[in-house]
């Protein structure tokens, strides 16, 4: 087994192919993270396209269809209300792949890789500043520290939007769930950048040393050059790693905050909301399909992240192949 490895890689390396490429060689020849990724765009697609896909709008009632269990017509069932569960598992999709890209964007990667990079190249006080802040939002438990800042700002944000709509005749801001988009956007966000700041700094603190930094330095490369065409391609890896596993947590952290009523809030729907309205005995005894598609929605996204992300760090780190 330890000959054919060997051998493996010997070929990949005289293949003349980069690192990234031979890392996605890697992964395509794991079962188990292309059935993520098959499943991941599954999931993906049918919530971005929601309103094209969903079979009914997802605030329509169906007056002689109240819990009605599933068939040809409702797939999935019907709600208390006389909705489509199937329909309003597609939103919640939806709402959830928005907050978490969002949120990921902004805070894992746009704020935590350049609070790395600048931490870990420029060293001294601003690697102090930030690694201090950064120590001071990881003193609260995650999930904590998010309920108090949704739980703090939601309202006075509804208040702000409420008195601009006032202001300028504009309707509908509070209703469209913009401000429930933007609150649980920032609270993923206050807590989101700080692991990845700390593995990029980690990752800089070493490569900084290096002889390539050294000689881009000597030949006059400016800082900003150093930093994102020099320092961040090969800190890559592990970042693309831990936003895989970092997925998977911001899907269940969205899922627990709409679920606690500080999430998305009605009429919009939400794999949370509807968790909680299917989670009681009685309501498991007498529909219990209105637990089945959102749940196996949430666990096949947060499985799949995690899984996925296992396999990258299986293919990306040197010392597990």
Known sequence: MALTEVAEAAEELGSGKGHIRRAMDRLMRKKIAIVCMVVLAIIYFAGIFAPFIAPYDYTEIHYTAIRKPPSWEFWAGTDFGGRDVLTRVLWGIQNTVIITLVS???????????????????????????????????????????????????PRFIEIARQFEESTGIEGIVRSGVVDYFVISLALVAFSWVGMARLVRGQVLFLKETPFVEAARAAGASTPRVLFVHLLPNVISPVAVSVSAGMGAMIGAEIVLSWLG??????????????????????????????????VVALALVLAWNLLGDSLNDVLNPRTR
């Open 104 to 154: 990921m964007l902004t805070g894992g990667l746009l704020i935590g890789i350049t609070m790395g990079l600048m931490s870990g190249y420029f060293g001294a006080w601003i690697d102090s500043t930030i690694m201090r802040v950064g120590e001071l939002f990881a003193a609260f438990p995650d999930i904590l520290f998010m309920i108090i800042i949704a739980a703090a700002l939601k």
């Open 262 to 295: 500080l999430g998305i809030q009605p009429p919009r729907p939400s794999l949370g909301q509807m968790l909680l309205q299917a989670g009681s005995i009685s309501a498991l005894r007498e529909v219990p399909w209105l637990l089945i598609a959102p749940s």
